[in-house]
């Protein structure tokens, strides 16, 4: 397990190295198009190849890591938070409060906030940056996303509740407050981790998804998402496994994640 | 027990299922998908691709377009007459036809059809485009095979309109059941499929004297997703495809390339323009850029239709040079090449127009460096990369373009109530080969005349001179002069640029192998306008 | 029997649509009083433990009478006032310290949260005082601990100091030492009567075990079905049991005291 947790450590690390600094990393502009070379197999000038206008695949995987992998944790992170917030403070109140939150959640999670996002999108000024546009339309899935959460963490906390520990804090006179900040947030820890984990690969294919629909990272800058897209409709992906790569970049992260997680739950 | 038993049952059915389709095939049954149910079968009443599919391959015509020549043929006439004026024609009669359900075919039945479609209370959208001005028109039977139609003012293209007239019968007891074309409508399960049966008494023989259409049915497959569609052409399900999306047909023309057929430049254009509206909220100095000649001549010399063309399309669209596409054999105007990508000429045009470039940035004569935003439909990819590549192309004579995709209602609200854009990129789908289909886009009082819609007065001069030439060649009759007047509108939109007209996607359909005589063109219906010259022989394609 | 008592209660509790689980229980207890509280298990000594601190979850649970603590009704109380009450004036001691540490807290943690509960800073001195004064170790090794990784006995010991930590006026033991072996028991119950006699502190000792009860408390009350049905000296409970009940709790008592060889 620690060889694993090590495992996961360096390769998170060297994702984030990348991420970081993709644009020195990057062999090429990340958005030039070497017209000459579109779908290009990989050779020593472009290592994973050429998109359909020719850019450089390695460069763009290392500029989307840095779009993905930056702002899909800061979402989960966001989501997870306002999560943590919602569901347990309706799990420790419980009652009446607990029931209209969870309808709250139920509702939530029934409206179509596609619409939300296309609204977003279509009253941003025009001259908006794709920098920007991106780190809004992050915020807006990480704003959405807490709901499944919050049910999750409200289970946690209403089992915690009627606990020992709960009892002796509140005959001790400690506020609802801090016992839920201090005695409760260390015991659903492990929950909110577990979901700020899930949530990282939904956001990143939740932008995907945007960018299936066009609402996603404007061009020419690339996500993970938005070049999973290239993926679509394509039969001959059995010959040309380096169009892969940005999904081997996702894969790869998600499972580092999982096992520092696991092996950091086996520590604790 | 019974749950084995009922699976057994399922696996026979699902075998019968797999097997009915092979025995169908070999009796001379073609097979395609309509992408929506009929609306109608009333071919006086159509107004939709489904409807308008079986009306063709039910309905008989007096004459037809040649899809591939574009001229029109004699079909239940023989010969017809169009007065000079525009207002009358005249047509004789082919003899001894009869309907499908054996009534014979006369001049009474013409005049039957016409009337019935002229009639105002029928509010037929075809009628409405013989409707040249108030009045009724005059029908005169001059005889059992002659008929003369006047018109109370003359009607643009009035022979080529009688292309869609599908003649009824005047006393057959089935009504618009009784028909003239190759097939008879035998069955519809909405939702399901159209199922058209051989017409007996179809008059049209082959060379050698046999009666046709040499195909025994024809089944029209109700089918929405193309997907699927593509799927089932695959598995030879369905032996035809009138328009397929070049991803699609890239996939097929890799597996089985005899079955993918590209009939070049369709009618269909992607531009992108300026917005010139004086209602736009943008600052007064784009305005400027956006309503300057050169400026608009320079973006469309930046931009590199030839690269477009082949990474965004694979070579399955041609640059373009206006609105009309070189497959409109008539009404293209040949003199006119695509703006060719030359950079240094665009550079010297915008220096021409007082702008100069600092630093690698473009600024115009005021100081502000030239940017601007093109907003697209979300969702299409072709058109993000065609607007990555012009980001591209520009960006290299020194201007940031910024690309914004929306969903369509919001698009639609910018161009058409907010004008709050820039530029914009967009697709323009042309159906009629005549110019009077696209004037609304023309004449500056136009909702369609997408850079600055609906003026009061022409706003400039060059647009003045486009509305009189439209109007000029709506009124006249004479092919070759409406041509001429048509032409020189042409030409202004290639000097003025107010559509900068980028590519005209190809024209992709797919047949299956086992299709012979089929003879895929640019004009609907693509793969199947001489069905009853197709024939489909008896194996399967071989996969 | 006193002028002005320290507690008095009357108390009745029904949990939601059952008959009541205590009945009028009434009893009162004076400044520096040890009182027991006999009862078998189900008689409802947890419950009342919980409903003198107004602790029970009042939508489930239907509660009528008065706990009267210094001439103030705490059933009527509003909850920010009862917190102020809470630990400081009245402190409780729970039954299982593997159920009443917080498992992801270390001692130390859980130590400050008590002491910030009523009073400002991180309040060293007075932990290390109260560790002292129930025999732990006070050093900064124990406070890093985790309650996993210390024996129960010291967990009731860390349960007790943090109930004495505030030096409250009353402290209610709910069965203290059952979680226990015999020889930490009467440690824990010598440290009960250590902290009454140093520190004045009222108790209030709740527990099955008559035996246990008689050994440090002043008076003894029997809880039966509900209700109290004797309080009295130690001596006389003894001496001359009233209720049948008592007369069977007082009978395993002296068994157990003559087999300890008392």
Redesign the interface.
Known sequence: MKRARLFAVVALALVYAVALGARFLAPADY???F?EA?NAPPSVRFLLGTD???RDRLSRVFVAAQTSLLLAPAAAALSTLLAALIGATAGYI??WWEKLTMAGVDLFLSLPWLFLL?TV??VLP?????ALSVMLTFAILGCLGWAASARVICAGVRQLRN???V?????????PA?LLA??LG??I?PVLWAQFLVSIPVFVLAEANLS????GV???LPSLGGMM?ELE?F??LGSQLWRLAPLALLFACITAFQLFSSSREVQA | MIRAARLRVACALSVLCLLAPLRSFAQGELRFCLHADPKTFNPLMVDDDASEAVRYLTGGTLVRLNRRSQQLEPELATRWKTSSDGRRIEFTLREAVRFSDGSPFGAEDVAFTMRSLMDPALHSPLGDSFRSGPGEPQIEVTGSNHIAITFPAPVAGLDKLFDEVAILSAQSPLKERAVLGPFVLADYKPGLFVYLKRNPNYWKKDSAGRPLPYLDSVRLDVQQNREIELTRFRRGEIQLINAIDG??FD?LQ?QSPAEAFDAGPSFDSEEMWFNQSPSAPLPSWKLGWFRSTEFRQAISSAI?RQ?MS???FNNHASPAAGPVSPANRFWFNSRLKPHSYDPAAALRLLRQAGFRVDAGVLHDSGGHAV?F?I?T?????AR??M???I??DLGAIGIKV??????FP?LI?RMTRSF???ACLLGLVNTGLDPNAQMNVWLSSGENHQWNPAQKTPATPWEGEIDRLMRAQASATDPSRRKQFFDRVQEIAWEQQPFIYLVHKNALSAVARNVQGADPVVLSPQTYWQIERMKISNERAAN | MNQNPLLSTSLTVAWSGKLPVLREVAFEMARGEILGLAGSSGSGKSTLA?AL?N?LDR?RATISGHVTFENRNLLAMAEPEL??????AI??V?Q?P????????RIG?QMR??W???QAGDGAEAISGALAAVSLPEDAQFLRRYPAQISTGQGQRV?IA?AILHRPQLLIADEPTSALDAITQTEVLDLLEHCNRQFGTAILLISHDLGALAAVCHRVAVLSEGAVVECDTVERIFRSPAHAFTRQLTRHARAALEFAGK
């Not at chain 2, 910024?402 to 969903?407: C, E, F, H, K």
């Not at chain 3, 159920?99 to 807290?105: H, R, T, W």
């Open positions: 958005a030039f198009q017209r579109p359909e206008l020719g419980g009652g296309l999108r279509a025009l001259d908006t940056t794709p606990s020992g520990f009892l002796n804090a509140r005959a001790l006179g400690c506020s801090r201090v005695q260390p015991n820890k299936m629909l066009g609402l404007a061009e020419p897209r409709n039969s001959d | 991803e699609y996939r890799a590199n690269d082949r990474l965004v940017e935003s907003v439909n979300s969702g299409n990819k993000e990369r607007a990555a590549m980001q591209q910024s690309i914004v995709t929306l969903d919001s609200e709050n854009y820039e | 919980l601190l602790l939508r917190r102020r009450i809470r630990g400081r402190s409780l729970l299982s593997a159920a009443a540490l917080n498992p992801a807290l943690t949260e008590a910030r509960a009523h349960l943090m």
